[in-house]
C-alpha cells in the first residue's frame, strides 16, 4: 500500500537532511510516520512545502521519502490548483491514497482538487479549522487593540484583524478542501460538528494521535515539581489566551505570592534592543502593557523555544498545565501534560471536554473568565489529595487515548477501509 502524507513542515529526519534545525513543531506526526513507515506492508512518502525553494527536492530517510515543494502563497489560489509540482510528486509516489494533514494552507485544496482529477483517494486529517478559529480570533480583545498597528504591523499590514480576515480567506479554501473530500479524520465532537456542518456527506473516521517519545517515557510528581509554578505552552498570538491567565494571576498572588508563570516559546515582551521593538506585534504590545499594569513583571517569565526534552522537563517542573485558549481542538499540550500526570486546568472549549472531564482528570472552565482559572489553579495549590486523585485519573486516560499501537492500528484500518472499493488512477493524466 502505498501511501503520500502532506504536511505543513519538515519532520526532523529530513530536516537534517537538508542541514536545518528540527521544528519543535508537529511532535505528533514524527511517532506516527515512524511506526506506520515500520509496517512491511505499507510505503510512506511524505511531502512538504518549503519557502526557500524554487522547485521540488527529494531525500530519502531511513524508511522513509520525503519531497520538498515550493510553498505557495493565498494569492496563487488559482495557479496551485494545477500545480506541477503536485502532479511530479504524484507520478512519482503513485500513492493508492493520500493522506492530507491539515486544512489551513493553500497546498492542501490544491492536493484536493488534483487528486480528484487524477483518481486518487484522499483524506483530510482535522487539525485546527481555520475558518472556525477565525470566529474566535479576537475574542474578549478590546477593539482598540484589535485595530491598533505596530510598526512591524504597519509594514507588514498585518494587525490583529487583519490576522483574522486572513484566516477568514484562508476558511474559504478549507471549506472548499473539505467540501471535494470523501473522507475526513477527527477525532473530537467538535471537529465531527465542523465538517457534518461543512460537508453532512463526508465519512468521519475517529483516530486519536501519538506524542512524541520523551512524554511516555516520564511521570511528574508533586514532590519533585517547583511549587506555585504554571506553564503554559504557547502565548504568541490571541487565541491562545495568554491575556486570560495573565488576569488571574493577581487574584492568585493575593493567596500564594511565590505565584510564578512559565510561557514557552520567545518573550514576545522584550524591548533589548530597537530592533526588538521594532518586531513587536500589537498584541505582544498588550501583553506587555498588561504586565505592566497588573504588576506582575517579576511573576512572568519566557522559556524561549524548547525542544522536546526541555519542554517536557519543564512539565515535569511545574506544579500546573494550563491550557486557556479561546478554541482548540485536541491540543496536544494538553495530552502531553496529562499523560505526565501534571495537574491541568483548561478552557472548555472546542473539543477539550473531549480529552478531561472536570473534576476527574482535570479542571474545566469558562474560557472568558479568568477569576475561575484562578480558583481552579489556587485549588491544585492547596489541595494535595485532589493532585493526586488527578494526576492518577489523567494520567490513566491520556495513556488510553494516545496508545502508539492502538492508534497506528486504527490509522492503518481507516486506509484499509477508504481503498475497500479502490478508485481507478487515469494513468493519461499523469503523462
Known amino acids: 500500500m502505498q501511501i503520500l502524507w502532506l504536511i505543513n513542515l519538515a519532520l526532523p529526519e529530513v530536516s537534517k537532511l537538508m542541514n536545518k534545525t528540527p521544528s519543535p513543531f508537529g511532535g505528533?506526526?514524527?511517532?506516527?510516520?515512524?511506526?506506520?513507515?515500520?509496517?512491511?506492508?505499507?510505503?510512506?512518502?511524505?511531502?512538504?512545502?518549503?519557502?526557500?525553494?524554487?522547485?521540488?527536492?527529494?531525500?530519502?530517510?531511513?524508511?522513509?521519502?520525503?519531497?520538498?515543494?515550493?510553498?505557495?502563497?493565498?494569492?496563487?489560489?488559482?495557479?496551485?490548483k494545477s500545480n506541477r509540482y503536485l502532479?511530479?510528486?504524484?507520478?512519482?509516489?503513485?500513492?493508492?491514497?493520500?493522506?492530507?494533514?491539515?486544512?489551513?494552507?493553500?497546498?492542501?485544496?490544491?492536493?484536493?482538487?488534483?487528486?480528484?482529477?487524477?483518481?486518487?483517494?484522499?483524506?483530510?486529517?482535522?487539525?485546527?479549522?481555520?475558518?472556525?478559529?477565525?470566529?474566535?480570533?479576537?475574542?474578549?480583545?478590546?477593539?482598540?487593540?484589535?485595530?491598533?498597528?505596530?510598526?512591524?504591523?504597519?509594514?507588514?499590514?498585518?494587525?490583529?484583524?487583519q490576522q483574522r480576515q486572513e484566516l477568514e480567506r484562508k476558511g474559504k479554501l478549507e471549506i472548499e478542501a473539505i467540501q471535494n473530500t470523501q473522507h475526513v479524520i477527527g477525532r473530537t465532537t467538535w471537529d465531527k460538528a465542523c465538517v457534518w456542518h461543512i460537508n453532512p456527506n463526508a465519512n468521519y473516521y475517529s483516530c486519536n494521535e501519538n506524542l512524541r517519545e520523551a512524554f511516555y517515557?516520564?511521570?511528574?510528581s508533586l514532590e519533585h515539581c517547583e511549587r506555585y509554578s504554571i506553564f503554559l505552552s504557547q502565548g504568541s498570538y490571541p487565541i491562545k489566551g495568554l491575556h486570560y491567565v495573565l488576569e488571574s494571576l493577581p487574584l492568585l498572588l493575593e493567596k500564594y505570592?511565590?505565584?510564578?508563570?512559565?510561557i514557552a516559546g520567545p518573550d514576545i515582551t522584550s524591548s533589548k534592543n530597537?530592533?526588538?521593538?521594532?518586531?513587536?506585534?500589537?498584541?505582544?504590545?498588550?501583553?506587555?502593557?498588561?504586565?505592566?499594569?497588573?504588576?506582575?513583571?517579576n511573576n512572568v517569565f519566557f522559556t524561549g523555544l524548547l525542544n522536546e526534552q526541555q519542554i517536557c522537563e519543564r512539565y515535569l517542573n511545574s506544579n500546573v498545565f494550563v491550557c486557556p485558549s479561546s478554541i482548540e481542538n485536541s491540543p496536544n499540550s494538553l495530552g502531553e501534560a496529562m499523560i505526565l500526570g501534571l495537574p491541568c486546568v483548561a478552557s472548555n472549549v472546542g473539543g477539550v471536554s473531549d480529552m478531561l472531564t472536570h473534576n476527574q482528570e482535570g479542571f474545566l472552565y469558562q474560557a472568558d473568565a479568568p477569576y475561575m482559572l484562578a480558583y481552579f489553579i489556587s485549588k491544585i495549590f492547596e489541595d494535595e489529595e485532589i493532585v493526586k486523585r488527578m494526576t492518577e485519573n489523567s494520567r490513566k486516560r491520556a495513556l488510553d487515548t494516545h496508545n502508539r499501537?492502538?492508534?497506528?492500528?486504527?490509522?492503518?484500518?481507516?486506509?484499509?477501509?477508504?481503498?475497500?472499493?479502490?478508485?481507478?488512477?487515469?494513468?493519461?493524466?499523469?503523462?
Open 274 to 297: 530597537l530592533k526588538e521593538e521594532f518586531k513587536k506585534t500589537s498584541y505582544a504590545k498588550y501583553i506587555t502593557e498588561l504586565i505592566k499594569k497588573l504588576k506582575i513583571e
Open 257 to 262: 505570592p511565590a505565584t510564578k508563570l512559565y
Open 87 to 161: 502532479k511530479t510528486i504524484l507520478k512519482k509516489v503513485q500513492p493508492d491514497l493520500v493522506h492530507i494533514y491539515g486544512t489551513e494552507y493553500v497546498h492542501s485544496l490544491a492536493m484536493v482538487n488534483v487528486c480528484k482529477e487524477l483518481g486518487i483517494n484522499t483524506v483530510i486529517n482535522i487539525q485546527g479549522l481555520v475558518s472556525i478559529i477565525a470566529k474566535h480570533y479576537t475574542a474578549n480583545l478590546p477593539i482598540n487593540i484589535q485595530r491598533r498597528f505596530t510598526l512591524r504591523d504597519f509594514l507588514k499590514q498585518n494587525n490583529i484583524l
Open 28 to 80: 505528533w506526526l514524527i511517532d506516527t510516520s515512524k511506526k506506520l513507515s515500520e509496517n512491511e506492508k505499507i510505503k510512506l512518502s511524505i511531502a512538504f512545502a518549503e519557502t526557500d525553494l524554487n522547485d521540488i527536492k527529494e531525500f530519502n530517510g531511513d524508511e522513509i521519502t520525503f519531497y520538498a515543494f515550493p510553498h505557495v502563497r493565498l494569492k496563487d489560489k488559482d495557479l496551485i
Open 405 to 431: 499501537e492502538k492508534n497506528i492500528e486504527r490509522l492503518i484500518s481507516i486506509y484499509h477501509e477508504i481503498l475497500g472499493v479502490k478508485q481507478e488512477v487515469n494513468e493519461e493524466v499523469f503523462i
Open 217 to 220: 517515557l516520564n511521570e511528574w
